[in-house]
């Protein structure tokens, strides 16, 4: 299936290295984020596990689950995670989905449904696997990323994301281009100036339809 902004994820059945459980049941009431690499044992990947690992008192903060996915199994994984900690210098205490049969890849349209993985295959084979999504509490997502073989993920972005979209969460307000949290956010066009400023206070209008306010 193709999943798109808004649309509620499927509620896949997950193997992973810390226990079997369902994706919904992950998510539970938290934000989550799931972030998927093509096969344990490679550089890049392994660079950005260890960014997560590394992250873990930002991700409690903004009560965020992570997990990741890679298509190799419970086993790889376990090995796996002893070279993330020696490399980032830090505990890997996230689950990582077992999907090695590339159910969940497919599920979630990674790769297509004809997919498979041939003998003495490379990363190359299922490089499509390299996908952040952003789930909110109500199992919707909220974001997608997809990144090529050679680029690493900046998990600075990956955190000034989630800051903006747990600040516009159910809340009239936008954020410009290069946003971080505690800057100024622009109020949704749904609302009159009138709206705007019983709502949140002084409002700047920079533009007929551009105004902004103070981060609520």
Known sequence: MALRINDIVPNLDLKTDLGDFTLHDFIGDSWAILFSH???????????????????AEWEKRGTKVIGLSVDGVDEHVKWKADIEKYSCAPATFPIIADDDMAVAKALDMLPADAYLPD???????????????????????????????????FAEVLRALDALQATYKVPIATPANWKAGEDVIVALSLNDEEARAKFGDVDVKLPYLRTVKQP
């Open 38 to 56: 093509p096969k344990d044992f490679t550089p890049v990947c392994t660079t950005e596990f260890g960014a997560v690992a590394q992250l873990s």
């Open 120 to 154: 003495g295959r490379t990363a190359a084979d299922s490089a499509s696997v390299r996908v952040v999504f952003i789930f909110s509490p109500d199992k919707k997502l909220q974001l997608a990323m997809t990144y090529p073989m050679s680029v690493g993920r900046n």
